[in-house]
């Protein structure tokens, strides 16, 4: 899939594909077999937290992976401002870059619902310049208000789930699920 994605992208717009720099060789001689020539993929090492997110920033459009999302990698690249293309399945561990997308307030636009869309769309937006910077411009225009990066706000909900928690048990009732809102009175923070 991500292998075709990029062919397409690569041989249409003579792109750069950045991935890992493990497995590097094989992944020259695949890529090749494609029709992606080795000045188009750029490897990178490890890099400190400030160099890790600067250089996600250089990218235009992050591919998550379907079977194990971005975790901590899909919030950096988020922060750094780069769209990203995500494929939510079943396990937890393949829903968490859906929910991170979704915490912006721009899921819509990054979650896709099966392959074939997941291809479509991150050919579109290669391919398609002016619309991945509209989408680039409104993720870097939200980050600083969204749910996702607001570490007071998700602070003062977790208090408010804990303290929901608490209440259940001192009152003698059994756990039970519930979704934490941001009304003081229903969920206080403090009591």
Known sequence: MKEDIGRRVAVAEKG????????????????????VGPDQIVFTDVAVKHEHIRRSALADLFLDTPLCNGHTTGTD????????????LEKM?????????????????MIV????EY????????????????????LKAVRLTCPLFDTARWVKNLERAYMKMW???CSGQNPQPFKVTENVLDFPCDK
């Open 113 to 116: 619902n099966s392959i074939k």
């Open 167 to 169: 209440n259940l048990y």
């Open 77 to 88: 690249i988020l922060w750094a401002g780069l769209p990203m293309i995500t494929l939510p």
């Open 93 to 109: 561990a393949t829903r968490v870059a859906g929910s991170l997308c979704l915490a912006t307030g721009l899921g819509a636009e």
């Open 119 to 138: 291809e479509e769309r991150a050919i579109s937006l290669a391919l398609n310049p002016l619309r991945l910077q509209t989408l680039t411009d409104k």
């Open 16 to 35: 750069q594909v950045y991935l890992d720099g493990k497995g590097a060789a094989s992944l020259v001689v695949y890529a090749a077999a494609q029709g």
